[in-house]
């Protein structure tokens, strides 16, 4: 018994590093990650103290669920992208190809010639 538990997390990082057609036309999209794990916590708990002990757990599953893509799709496309559009790029590319390390980054000293 114990040793079928042992296989889990193969299954999981097999699943999690398959590249599927299905996968790969998701992220179109956006990137939910973030906001689901942001919003997903409060949205349950908003769930159960809004419903108390009306709701079932499958109800809650699919509810918090839904609530927390929502959430998260709007976030995405409202905060997270237009966030990394403000991203400096290139800063550490630019830094590797000049002669001194870093040069890009660092701030000039006050008195140096």
């Not at 538990?5 to 790969?24: D, E, K």
């Not at 000049?98 to 006050?110: F, G, L, R």
Request: overall charge positive; some cysteine; hydrophobic content about 50%.
């Amino acid at each position: 018994m114990f040793s079928s538990w042992l296989a889990v997390p193969y299954i999981v990082v097999t699943f999690g590093l398959a590249v599927t057609p299905v996968l790969r036309r998701f992220g179109r999209f956006g990137d939910f990650s973030y906001g689901m794990y942001l919003f997903a916590f409060p949205v349950q708990q908003s769930i159960v103290h809004l419903f108390k002990n009306e709701v079932g757990f499958y109800t809650l599953v699919v509810g918090t669920t839904v609530v927390s893509v929502a959430c998260a799709y709007a976030s995405w496309h409202l905060v997270e992208k237009r966030a990394l559009l403000m991203k400096p790029r290139g800063l550490a590319s630019k830094a590797a190809a000049s002669d001194q390390p870093n040069a890009e980054i660092t701030a000039p000293v006050a008195g140096a010639a």
